[in-house]
């Protein structure tokens, strides 16, 4: 194998005429273009850039993009990680057809099945995958007990690039047992086990230009890569990792695109994954030799402003005729409100809130099969209230506007009362870190200082509350905006147990809770109970009821 050339990334748009040369002599030349968890986000997403809000993705973008490199790269390949299921009004509405359409669109090759796609159980994965016009795979995934799935998918797929045989294995998540719908009749297999026997058939019918497309998520896929032999490139999802680098502050990737490891024979395994909801698109650009052994690489993450394509015209003509049910959606009714479910700022960023109880209250509900004991959830994310009477989709929206994702995580207790005291840390400045909660319920003095304000915690269970014990472990689900560090929740981003983002958005999860209870009359509980508050700061408003205190 002759000596490794590795170049500089350099492939935005601009560049993508280059993507034709041959990087290495006699080399075969392959760019893999490709995304993951788009999560039904064919509008472009408001992000702040430099201190700029700026449109970012969208369907009509990367159809744009897709277009130029179409056109001017060596041997395309078009690639999704999974999860193009749920995460906008979009996939209520089409069930993941709407996605299709577009896919078809762009070219796409191959996709791997993500645990999301299990969510709505395998019917309706079944009706996605018989009009799919591309490869779906997945190694790990025995769906032999289940007739419906039947021949829909395979452990991988051999497609035709530039006259070369290319190999693609899927991997999906062993967590979607816990974390989506699959029902009983589909069953995971080890990940590692899998891919490595797909790479083994694969080499004995002469394809050794080998890509695995997994849904594991960047964790995983290092290991994976340090394990597998014989297939040189991981394109990766699930974990929504940002891979790359940018020169906004704002964004903070978590490793060089491609990251580089050594599998077990000492040879470069290539690991790239693109964010998520179309924000970014993966362009990685590999040489192979006559045997698949890679001879050289580059590869940018890029992220889809304006600057980089504008939108396609015709896509987006497309994408307002399935836009018009979407709207009309947002002013459906889930639920009847009999009381006024409290979001106001000085409430929920400072005391027990109706309406906290109930957010957080639906996150166990949705979580429950993760067995879930307590929830968590920053005041500064509930925007709005919602008055007594119908309960909208729009109105949820309001209320939940960040398209946030819960996580599950296991946490000492010791970590829950430094994740509380941190919540009421700032409680003087009406901070969004303040926590509501389901699960457990509280007690903090405020005439004691920051950092040890929680005098009490305790834990529902069936048989009542119970002192927290600091050195048990809880299965606590946050949203993913806490779990990752923000309001200064480090506590929960360096906690070393279980974790697995569900990708369940916390809107569309509370409207699902919504929707199974119909009517909706939720009161303060004593989950929180504040000690020595100043005379005058205690709001006199409609929903406020003392309850009884929670025991002193």
């Not at 001879?295 to 836009?323: S, V």
Request: glycine share 12%.
């Amino acid at each position: 194998m002759k000596r490794r050339e590795v170049l500089q990334a350099g492939m935005a748009l601009g560049g993508l005429a280059g993507l034709g040369r041959a990087l290495a002599q006699g080399g075969f030349t392959l760019t893999l273009v490709h995304t993951n968890d788009t999560h039904a986000h064919l509008e472009p997403v408001e992000l702040t850039l430099s201190g700029e809000k700026t449109p970012v993705g969208g369907v009509a973008r990367r159809v744009a993009l897709f277009d130029r490199v179409w056109a001017r790269a060596k041997n395309p390949l078009f690639l999704d990680a999974g999860d193009v299921f749920q995460g906008t009004l979009y996939f209520n509405q089409y069930r993941g057809l709407a996605d299709r359409y577009f896919m078809h669109r762009l070219r796409y090759r191959a996709m791997a099945l993500g645990n999301h796609e299990f969510d709505l159980g395998p019917g309706p994965l079944a009706d996605f995958l018989k009009g799919a016009r591309f490869k779906v795979v997945s190694a790990n995934v025995d769906a032999s007990r289940e007739p419906r799935l039947k021949g829909l998918f395979a452990p991988y797929a051999v497609v035709v690039v530039g006259g070369e045989r290319v190999g693609i294995i899927g991997l999906t998540t062993p967590d979607t047992r816990e974390i989506s719908n699959p029902g009983p009749t589909v069953a995971f297999l080890d990940p590692y086990e899998s891919a490595q026997k797909a790479v083994y058939e694969l080499l004995a019918k002469g394809v050794n230009k080998i890509v695995v497309l997994s849904h594991l998520g960047y964790g995983e896929d290092l290991k994976l890569a340090r394990r597998l032999v014989g297939a040189q490139v991981i394109v990766g999802g699930h974990s929504h990792t940002l891979l790359g680098s940018f020169p906004h502050k704002e964004l903070s990737p978590a490793g060089p695109y491609p990251t580089v490891v050594k599998n077990p024979e000492g040879k470069d395994v290539l690991v790239v994954q693109a964010w998520e909801w179309g924000k970014v698109v993966g362009l990685l650009e590999v040489t192979f030799d006559a045997k698949g052994e890679l001879l050289a690489y580059k590869g940018e993450a890029l992220l889809m402003t304006p600057e980089a394509a504008p939108e396609d015209f015709f896509a987006k003509e497309a994408l307002l005729a399935y836009a018009q049910p979407v709207m009309a959606l947002m002013q459906q009714v889930i639920a009847e409100a009999r009381v006024d479910l409290v979001g106001e700022r000085a409430v929920v960023r400072r005391r027990e809130s109706n309406l906290g109880n109930l957010i957080t209250d639906g996150m166990l509900w949705k979580t429950r099969n993760a067995g879930t004991q307590i929830a968590l959830q920053n005041g500064g994310g509930i925007r709005a209230s919602i008055p007594k009477g119908p309960i909208t989709v729009g109105k949820v929206y309001e209320v939940l506007p960040f398209g946030n994702t819960l996580v599950v995580m296991d946490l000492k207790g010791k970590e829950i009362l430094a994740a509380l005291e941190n919540g009421v840390s700032q409680w003087e400045n009406t901070a969004g870190r303040f926590l509501q909660v389901s699960g457990l319920r509280y007690a903090f003095d405020l005439s004691r200082p920051a950092g040890s304000r929680v005098v009490r915690v305790e834990v529902k269970t069936e048989k009542g509350y119970v002192p927290l014990d600091l050195e048990a472990t809880y299965r606590v689900v946050v949203n993913n905006f806490i779990a990752n560090g923000g309001d200064g929740f480090t506590v929960l981003k360096e906690a070393q147990g279980y974790r697995v983002d569900t990708g369940f958005s916390d809107a569309e999860s509370f409207m699902d809770y919504l929707k199974e209870l119909k009517a909706v009359e939720a009161g303060l509980e004593g989950r929180i109970e504040v000690l020595n508050e100043p005379k005058g700061e205690r709001p006199a408003y409609f929903a406020y009821r003392v309850p009884g205190l929670v025991g002193v």
